[in-house]
């Protein structure tokens, strides 16, 4: 499984961006697809995930209602539609994989696959 993530950018507080992550390789309906972000000096944190097969989504508290997972059944994008950006939003997101969902999708450790990551900053 490749993974490329794309759609970063600058944008102003209060913008919007839509982040895509082009998979290729053997997904199937059970993979789990996910979102983290690392911010300079910091750990990389989970963002949102969802199940390939649908059924299954989540997201970090501090972008719940703010940002959503979605992903195109047909194309295997993963799309990552960010609304009401602030500064702290700023970092370089990354997409990421495994082959089965788990209730650990909050842990960089349980997934196989990452993409480059691509950069997104907010200005206040």
């Known amino acids: 499984v490749q993974l490329q993530a794309s759609g970063g950018g600058l944008v102003q507080a209060g913008g919007s961006l839509r982040l895509s992550c082009a998979a290729s390789g053997g997904i199937d309906s059970d993979y789990a697809l996910a979102w983290f972000r690392q911010a300079p000096g910091k750990e990389r944190e989970f963002v949102a995930a969802l199940r390939w097969g649908g059924g299954r989504y989540a997201y970090a508290d501090s972008v719940k209602g703010r940002f959503t997972i979605s992903r195109d059944y047909a194309k295997k994008p993963v799309y990552l539609q960010m609304n009401s950006l602030n500064p702290e939003d700023s970092s370089v997101y990354y997409c990421?994989?495994?082959?089965?969902?788990?209730?650990?999708?909050?842990?960089?450790?349980?997934?196989?696959?990452w993409g480059q990551g691509t950069l997104v900053t907010v200005s206040s």
């Open positions: 990421a994989a495994r082959i089965r969902w788990t209730v650990n999708y909050r842990r960089t450790s349980e997934y196989n696959y």
